[in-house]
């Protein structure tokens, strides 16, 4: 009996500690974060739906929170005279949940971009549609921890 009630207690104990390990885990669906661009996609290409690595260094990054959207941009990166955009913040998007959301801008011309994001384990999925061209572009970007936007851009 007092063998059985010991291997009890240890099985027990291995769904306890297994139980306690999955909620320290940070929810790696979020969107929230900051995003590094890696791989792209547009209907302009023949790839059969497959992402493309990029051929460059990442150039392109999103920071979203719940009250807006942020972007920043490696600008002139195969130059010695590379340096980063000021973050362009975007307060009007939609929230879809922890892991969805969206805006569409229009711009003074008229044009409409219809922008979304989608977070899907440690990946966001992003897509952009500008109606007036017909274009539709995908990405897909990694989270990241950190980034030192500097220098920044001269005006």
């Not at 240890?10 to 500690?17: C, E």
């Not at 996609?41 to 009250?67: A, G």
């Not at 362009?88 to 879809?96: H, Q, T, V, Y």
Request: proline share 3%.
């Amino acid at each position: 009996m007092t063998k059985h009630l010991t291997i009890l207690l240890f099985i027990g104990l291995a769904f306890w500690n297994c139980e306690d390990s999955e909620s320290n885990q940070p929810d790696s669906k979020t969107i929230f974060g900051l995003w590094e661009e890696r791989y792209a996609w547009d209907d302009s290409y023949d790839y059969d739906s497959h992402w493309n690595l990029l051929d460059h260094p990442p150039t392109f990054w999103t920071s979203i929170s719940e009250e807006s959207t942020s972007i920043c941009r490696l600008e002139f990166w195969a130059t010695d005279t590379a340096c980063y955009t000021d973050w362009m913040i975007n307060e009007a998007w939609e929230l879809f949940g922890e892991d969805s959301g969206g805006y569409t801008y229009t711009s003074s011309s008229g044009d409409v971009l219809i922008v979304s994001y989608k977070a899907i384990e440690d990946s966001l999925l992003q897509y952009y549609n500008l109606n007036s061209l017909g274009v539709r572009l995908y990405k897909k970007s990694i989270r990241i921890e950190t980034l030192d936007p500097t220098p920044i851009c001269d005006d």
